[in-house]
C-alpha cells in the first residue's frame, strides 16, 4: 500500500465529500418518500397499534435526521481536508523550489 499521495489521488478527499453528498441527498429523498408512504399506512391502524406506529416513525425520523446530519458535517470535514491537503502540497513544491535554487552553485556532481 502506497504511504504516500501522488497525483492520481489528489482529489480523493474533494471527490469523497461530494460523493457523500449526492447519496446523502439521494437517501433523503427516498426516506421522505418512506415517510410519506408510511402516513398513508397509518389510517388503516387504530387504538394502540396507530400510536406504536407513530412512535415508531417518528423515531425513524429522528434516527435518520441524525444520519443526515453526520453526513453533512464529514462531507464538509472531507472538503476541508482537501483545501489542507492542497496548502500543504504548494507549499511543499515552493520550499522544494526554493531548495533547488539555493543550490544554484552545484550544477554538476561534486563527484565528477
Not at 421522505?32 to 417518528?58: C, K, P, T, V, W
Not at 492542497?86 to 511543499?92: A, L, Q
Amino acid at each position: 500500500m502506497s504511504q504516500h499521495a501522488g497525483l492520481e489521488n489528489v482529489n480523493a478527499l474533494s471527490t469523497g465529500g461530494e460523493n457523500l453528498g449526492m447519496e446523502s441527498d439521494g437517501l433523503r429523498t427516498q426516506m421522505n418518500q418512506l415517510i410519506q408512504d408510511m402516513s398513508n399506512d397509518g389510517d388503516s391502524l387504530q387504538g394502540q397499534a396507530l400510536n406504536d406506529f407513530r412512535q415508531a416513525r417518528e423515531q425513524l425520523t429522528e434516527r435518520f435526521d441524525e444520519l443526515m446530519n453526520w453526513c453533512s458535517q464529514n462531507g464538509i470535514k472531507l472538503n476541508e481536508g482537501q483545501q489542507q491537503f492542497n496548502i500543504t502540497d504548494t507549499d511543499s513544491a515552493a520550499d522544494l523550489s526554493q531548495a533547488g535554487n539555493d543550490l544554484g552553485g552545484l550544477s554538476r556532481p561534486v563527484n565528477a
